[in-house]
């Protein structure tokens, strides 16, 4: 028996996605004229894991203190995890700053255009070297993330749920037109699963795709027990964000005695996060055992 995979550039059309996303878009900072492809990259550090409503003026105030990778450079890790404040993953942070120094230092200030070189930088996996590639420079590169991987398992493969595989880069690699379209193609898809075509709730009504296979078969439910997500409270991203939220108060080094009152709940927790937060290299501590951001001490003498 023949299987006929059905082909995912039949479920769009690029002009009518386009359109749509032209009209229907995000005012969102990073998308704005005049916006460099080192802010693209900052914006797209920011947004792992990260919801855009947090991420807004965030990006905002950082890129119009640090416009450039050498801007960046220049600043101590300190400022920079100041800066970064309660978006989360504090690691991401270090690494762009790591990343800021080997753009400034290896490629004259420039953020490379190619999937492999943007790879290689500190903090840029594949996906975000896709999406710089494609958002700031207009390449036509297949970019994934879970809105996208959304979209193409309804509609074209007609699952309530997608079902994460290394098809997928194929599959929106041949939605994609082989002209300057691609790039917005591959923006609209990703606004449309952010939008309209969410995991709760999707608003089919206001779908540009014409022929989605999930719609047309009736919104089959997925068979898989939704995840529950993971709670926040009491974790040790918890701890650790609230010993951090001591260090960026204080311009001087801390005592321990001062972050021991942060987290009360467990001190053996609170100890482990203080020492996670050490080998990440995000806190210090002094020859006297008290404690600051890294790149503080050094910046004071």
Same mark, same amino acid.
């Given at each position: 028996m023949t299987v006929i995979v059905p082909r995912p550039d039949a479920a769009i059309d690029p002009d009518r996605l386009v359109a749509w996303y032209e009209s229907a878009?995000?005012?969102?900072?990073?998308?704005?004229?005049?916006?460099?492809?080192?802010?693209?990259?900052?914006?797209?550090?920011?947004?792992?894991?990260?919801?855009?409503?947090?991420?807004? /003026?965030?990006?905002?105030?950082? @890129?119009?203190? &640090?416009?450039?990778?050498?801007?960046? $450079? /220049? /600043?101590?890790? $300190?400022?920079?995890?100041?800066? &970064?404040?309660?978006?989360?993953?504090?690691?991401?942070?270090k690494r762009l700053h790591e990343c800021a120094t080997v753009i400034a230092t290896e490629h004259d200030d420039v953020v490379p255009d190619d999937v492999d070189t943007l790879q290689s930088l500190p903090g840029i996996g594949a996906y975000t070297a896709r999406a710089i590639a494609c958002f700031a420079y207009g390449h036509r590169?297949? @970019?994934?993330?879970?809105?996208?991987?959304?979209?193409?398992?309804?509609?074209?493969?007609g699952q309530a749920d997608p079902v994460p595989s290394a098809r997928d880069l194929v599959d929106v690699e041949r939605l994609l037109p082989k002209d300057e379209r691609a790039s917005w193609v591959s923006v609209a898809l990703m606004e449309l699963g952010a939008t309209v075509c969410t995991a709760r709730s999707p608003r089919c009504g206001l779908c540009p795709m014409p022929n989605c296979k999930w719609h047309d078969a009736g919104h089959p439910p997925s068979p898989r027990t939704a995840k529950r997500a993971q709670g926040y409270a009491g974790t040790d991203r918890q701890v650790r964000g609230r010993l951090l939220d001591v260090l960026r108060r204080s311009d001087f080094p801390v005592a321990k005695e001062e972050l021991d009152v942060a987290w009360l709940t467990d001190t053996d927790q609170r100890d482990?996060?203080?020492?996670?937060?050490? $080998?990440?290299?995000?806190?210090?501590?002094?020859?006297?055992?008290?404690?600051?951001?890294?790149?503080?001490?050094? $910046?004071?003498?």
């Open positions: 878009r995000r005012d969102l900072p990073w998308r704005r004229p005049g916006v460099s492809p080192w802010q693209i990259l900052v914006s797209e550090i920011m947004l792992q894991q990260t919801p855009v409503a947090r991420v807004q /003026a965030v990006f905002s105030d950082w @890129v119009r203190r &640090w416009p450039t990778p050498s801007a960046t $450079a /220049a /600043a101590t890790v $300190a400022d920079v995890l100041r800066a &970064w404040g309660k978006l989360g993953y504090p690691r991401r942070a590169v297949p @970019v994934v993330d879970t809105n996208v991987r959304r979209v193409l398992a309804r509609a074209v493969r482990r996060a203080l020492a996670s937060l050490l $080998a990440d290299g995000l806190v210090e501590q002094t020859t006297d055992g008290r404690y600051a951001l890294s790149g503080e001490l050094t $910046a004071a003498e």
